[in-house]
């Protein structure tokens, strides 16, 4: 397989898949009422792990041969480090949200839309983190967003449900005017749309006034979908009201992907890599303190990991500023480092905390959202799943031996490195959060450890293998990366020099 | 050889760990067997690796990156705290087998325990300052996972979430120490850094060397961190007598001495360690003489003595601090575990509703009071020898002042120590019916009991072997015999004794004292009140908790604030660029 058909069939398998998954189930659910729409789990299934086929030669092309570049008259594809890293990780924790919903959502009226329009999500992540040119890129966020708000509200006879579909898109909307209207000024500028012809503009000129505010707008724009403190307060709603797989992509991977269309938008209009720097690192500590203190108060399971998000995602940009800043590959590779963790991490959280969900409440028929005082005793009865939920709030309050640990560590390297006051006083910022992101999580793991279950527990409903098996892939995971975290180097470091290329050839001048 | 026995000593308790998960708990009787038989099998492994001590790394894994060479060492310092991990951590597990029997979570328990042994052998033997972080969190995490373990039990979950959230604030100060040592020298060994300081920046080495500091005085209990000492008294005794007193609170003190030739040449720093051990030592000495929780009382007096411990380090007496380390570890995992004999037997923690249980419980008396009187720095337990080569180097390289405060503090040690014994097993005795030890306690006590006594003859040989293996801190090693001659010659060490009986004779004469305890009455009501610590503690969780609550009224729910707030980030955005450029 040539790098060019790998990457079309990277993009192509996902899209390509939604349509026949979806009319698939809407068939089998007329013809026999029996099967109803259970071909179309399975074909969700299949189609993601079909997508690791193209993705694993893209791969091997990637590291003989370098980025794969793919134009089509002013479109352009590049599969560099970043999209390597972006891809394997929404893969890899799409296919577990996957294989885990063919249970949580079996039976579930509208079951084949959910199932179609996970690929189509996943399919556009990739081609979010490939697209180097304007419009493109565009494109792609905008798919991205529109299935996910359909997925967000997929429940759609629930106010709350509702509530939070229609707060994500209008603030989401928001957003990409302004992303449109930063757009429009960059083009009038500069005439391009390919990013790195932009660059090449960029390098050559005096700082202009249309391209600061064409940065600052997609900075704002694209920070909603990366949830950036004050933009973040979708967040909350969206993630506890989502089925509990959608939050997990939500939290592990969606965000993200704003954040990787935000750091390739900016690398091309910057004037100063010390000021981005510094702006990505005062929204990281915005992001940490916000994020820890909110989510201390919270009494629901689901929308408290929300929160813990909005401080993850702090981690994310501190490591990602303080290399901006430096302009050493360190802090780029611990923060990429960190978008892995946690996709495991959370991922593992909120689909233990769906299992939960599901045992405790929607066996019941009961849409009311999940307590921590309902997880008293959970371990009595799932002991899996409470393990499980344990080890993904430990890993995520950054203890060992956990993958957590080992992504925090590496972040807090890159500042001590870059050896100035302020990374250094970050990284103290940065781990005092840590310490008290524990005095959120601990409660709940010790709740799960009572000897006296709820009600709710003795009341709940048996876990099925089908979601039994992602947990124990994720729980793996995080193990192995947090005793031995050079596993993913081959994916972190990459990221980071791509990212670093982005950031420095803006300024050679 | 060395390589494998670390990989034994770390492995075999963290292979035994998952063994007993997986059995689960139907298996009970399996269970026990199983944890018996891997920490005895790790305990074996530390002593024979005692005789393999060298300088040189053994292990050395590449890691990659940033994360460094995972470097092993068995050199003096570290085989002896692994082995004083692994043997008292095989007898708390024989001890628990009476004391366990029948508790739900028994999986849990055992995993929990095993998984600490392993990590606590790593924390000493591993040359990595990574991998020591590493260490010392996860043996933080099994601290707390082990005093809340008991998780119905609010007391518990609380003391639990206490000790590892101090514990860990602390450690960031160790976390600033190991990145200050990567992004100086490139690599996380310490050993080339301790040889040569002058690799560091001063203000950087200074910077490392206050936060070990904080590290240490987090993690062993020492002012002003010792509050969640107390409260993790709620975990079941064992695990008192493992991790709060014979091994996890010792790692702070193993960090100062590890790194003590790089530190000592930092302004202040001695002298900081000198009055962080001292204030320690002494205001916890006082809070053990009002408390009247049996526990609480050896809590007390772990922080104490870890004080002398880290005061002898402040006045560079490091084979001092190592062997009353080495003394302590034996006679207060002994106490302890006696205390749980009785705890188990009684019911209650409250000495007040003890008294006159010697009759009844004869064994436990005679093991408790070997342990009490090593304590009170009686001759010629372990405890005397240590303290009075603690106290010679204060006298000797530390200030007077210091000097002063400590002497009186063993006083007061004797004291408290005599007024626990009588309330236990003399005076008035209690209504209530009680057994001795049952079997599995006395095997464990009876070799702890043994060791109080006999184990100051290995005086000798541990300072050779420390001063073998441990360049940098240039130990002037002597046998036992030129030890105990220098202890009986020395001046010193009748002063010591001295204030000893003073202590005694003020307890044997209380009654006629009354007048003075009167006088000390608001010294009970702020002991008991930890000297306003526990205020501390209290006011800043208060306040978090507050503004916590306060930034909730920033999440309005309503579209249009939420759209505000998008507003604000881009008028804020503009003014930084435009004003920053």
Not at chain 1, 37 to 58: C, K, Q
Not at chain 1, 314 to 332: D, E
Not at chain 1, 367 to 394: C, E, M, N, Q
Request: net charge neutral; aromatic share 12%; with cysteine.
């Amino acid at each position: 397989m040539t790098a060019y058909t790998a990457l079309i069939w990277l993009l192509a398998i996902p899209l390509g898949s939604a349509p026949i998954i979806y009319l698939a189930g809407r068939i089998t659910e007329k013809l026999s009422p029996k099967t109803g729409s259970a071909p179309s789990r399975w074909l969700s299934v299949l189609a993601l792990a079909g997508t690791f086929v193209p993705l694993y030669f893209a791969i091997t092309h990637f590291i003989s041969e370098g980025a794969i570049n793919l134009s089509v008259n002013l479109i352009s594809l590049k599969f560099d480090g970043i999209s390597m890293l972006v891809a394997v990780t929404a893969l890899v924790l799409g296919l577990c949200v996957t294989f885990f919903s063919t249970k949580y959502m079996q039976g579930d009226e509208g079951e084949e839309k959910f199932f179609a329009l996970l690929p189509i999500m996943i399919g556009s992540i990739i081609g979010l983190v490939c697209a180097t040119d304007l419009f493109n890129l565009w494109i792609w966020f905008e798919v991205m967003a529109i299935s996910s708000y359909i997925l967000v509200a997929f429940y759609r006879d629930q106010p709350d449900a509702i509530e939070a579909g229609v707060k994500y898109l209008v603030q989401s909307a928001a957003g990409s005017a302004l992303i449109l209207l930063g757009i429009a000024l960059v083009f009038a500028q500069t005439g391009q749309l390919n990013l790195e012809q932009i660059r090449l503009g960029v390098v050559n000129s005096e700082p202009s006034p249309l391209l600061l505010a064409a940065s600052v707008l997609m900075l704002i724009g694209f920070g909603v979908k990366a949830a950036l403190v004050p933009l973040h307060t979708w967040l909350p709603d969206a993630h506890s009201q989502a089925p509990s797989g959608i939050s997990a992509m939500l939290s592990g991977i969606v965000i993200e992907s704003g954040l990787v269309a935000l750091l390739r938008t900016s690398g091309a209009l910057i004037y100063s890599n010390v000021t981005w720097g510094y702006l990505i690192m005062g929204f990281g500590a915005l992001n940490l303190f916000v994020g820890n203190l909110m989510a201390l108060r919270q009494t629901q399971v689901k929308r408290l990991l929300a929160y813990s998000s909005v401080s993850q995602v702090g981690y994310i940009l501190v490591g990602i500023g303080v290399s901006i800043y430096s302009l050493q590959p360190t802090g780029a590779a611990g923060g990429f480092f960190h978008v892995i963790t946690h996709a495991l991490m959370k991922g593992l959280a909120f689909l233990a905390a769906g299992a939960l969900l599901y045992a405790l409440r929607m066996s019941h028929e009961n849409h009311d959202p999940l307590l921590v005082s309902d997880l008293d005793g959970a371990s009595k009865r799932y002991p899996l799943t409470a393990f499980a939920l344990s080890l993904a709030l430990l890993a995520l309050g950054g203890l060992p031996p956990l993958a957590g640990f080992m992504s925090k560590w590496q972040i807090f390297v890159a500042g001590f490195e870059a050896n100035a006051g302020i990374t250094i006083g970050l990284v103290i910022f940065a781990a005092l959060n840590s310490v008290l992101s524990l005095a959120y999580y601990t409660p709940m793991i010790n709740r799960m450890y009572r000897h006296e279950p709820s009600e709710q527990v003795k009341a709940g409903a048996a876990i099925s293998w089908k979601m039994a098996l992602p947990l124990i892939v994720l729980i793996i995971m995080i193990v192995a990366l947090g005793l031995w975290p050079a596993l993913v180097r081959w994916l972190v470091n990459p990221a980071a020099y791509s990212l670093l290329s982005i950031f420095t050839s803006a300024l050679v001048r | 050889m060395a390589s494998t026995l670390i990989l034994l000593v770390i492995g075999l308790p963290w292979i035994g760990a998952l063994l007993v998960w997986w059995i689960g708990d139907k298996r009970s009787a399996l269970q026990h067997a199983l944890a018996i038989a891997f920490s005895v099998a790790s305990g074996a492994a530390a002593v024979v690796l005692i005789f393999n001590a060298s300088a040189s790394t053994v292990i050395s894994l590449d890691a990659g990156g940033v994360f460094g060479q995972f470097t092993f060492v068995a050199d003096g310092l570290g085989v002896y705290l692994a082995a004083i991990a692994t043997v008292i951590g095989s007898l708390a597990v024989i001890f628990s087998v009476n004391y366990m029997h029948g508790e739900k979570g028994l999986g849990r328990y055992y995993a929990m325990v095993l998984f600490f042994i392993g990590g606590m052998a790593g924390l000493v033997l591993t040359s990595n300052l990574l991998l020591m972080f590493l260490f010392w969190e996860i043996t933080a995490l099994c601290s707390y996972a082990l005093i809340a373990f008991n998780n119905d039990d609010p007391k518990a979950v609380a003391g639990g979430i206490k000790a590892l959230i101090i514990t860990q604030l602390g450690g960031i100060g160790l976390l600033a120490g190991a990145l200050i040592l990567y992004s100086q020298t490139g690599s996380y060994d310490f050993n080339q850094m301790i040889a040569n300081p002058g690799l560091i920046n001063p203000q950087l080495l200074a910077g490392m060397a206050f936060g070990c500091l904080i590290a240490a005085a987090a993690k062993s209990a020492q002012f002003p961190f010792f509050t969640w000492l107390p409260d993790a008294m709620e975990a079941p005794t064992p695990i008192s007598a493992l991790i709060h007193a014979a091994t996890m609170v010792n790692a702070g003190v193993y960090l100062l001495a590890r790194f003590f030739p790089a530190f000592e040449a930092v302004p202040g720093w001695k002298t900081s360690v000198i009055i962080v051990g001292m204030v320690s030592a002494f205001i916890s000495a006082i809070m053990a003489l009002f408390a009247y929780d049996l526990k609480r009382v050896l809590a007390y007096s772990t922080i104490s003595q870890l004080g002398y411990m880290v005061f002898a380090i402040g006045c560079g007496g490091i084979y001092a601090s190592q062997f009353h380390l080495f003394s302590h570890s034996i006679f207060k995992a002994l106490l302890f575990l006696s205390a749980g004999a009785i705890i188990h037997s009684v019911g209650t923690r409250d000495m007040r509703e003890m008294g006159g249980l010697g009759k009844k419980m004869p064994f436990t008396r005679v093991v408790f009071i070997i342990g009490a009187l090593a304590l009170a720095g009686i001759p010629i337990l372990n405890g005397f020898w240590s303290k009075e080569l603690v106290l010679e180097a204060g006298l000797t390289n530390g200030p007077v002042w210091a000097y002063i405060i400590m002497l009186i503090t063993a006083g007061l040690t004797a004291f408290y120590t005599f007024r626990m014994v009588w309330m236990v097993f003399f005076g008035k005795p209690s209504e209530k019916h009680v057994h001795d030890a049952q079997p599995a306690m006395k095997v464990a006590l009876a070799p702890l009991a043994l060791g109080a006594v006999v184990a100051w003859l290995l005086a000798g040989p541990f300072a050779s072997m420390l001063q073998s293996t441990l360049p940098a801190h240039k130990i002037h090693a002597l046998s036992t015999i030129e030890i105990m001659m220098e202890v009986i010659k020395a001046p010193a060490t009748y002063i010591a004794l001295a204030v000893v009986a003073l202590g005694l004779v003020a307890w044997w004469q209380r009654k006629n004292l009354t007048g003075i305890g009167k006088a000390f009455h608001w010294l009970g009501y702020a002991a008991n009140n930890s000297f306003g610590f526990e205020a501390v503690n209290k006011f800043i969780v208060r306040e978090t908790q507050a503004v916590a609550e306060e930034l909730r009224d920033t999440q309005t729910g309503l579209l249009n604030w939420n759209i505000a707030g998008l507003l604000i980030g881009l008028i804020a955005v503009i003014i930084i660029l435009v004003m920053g450029g």
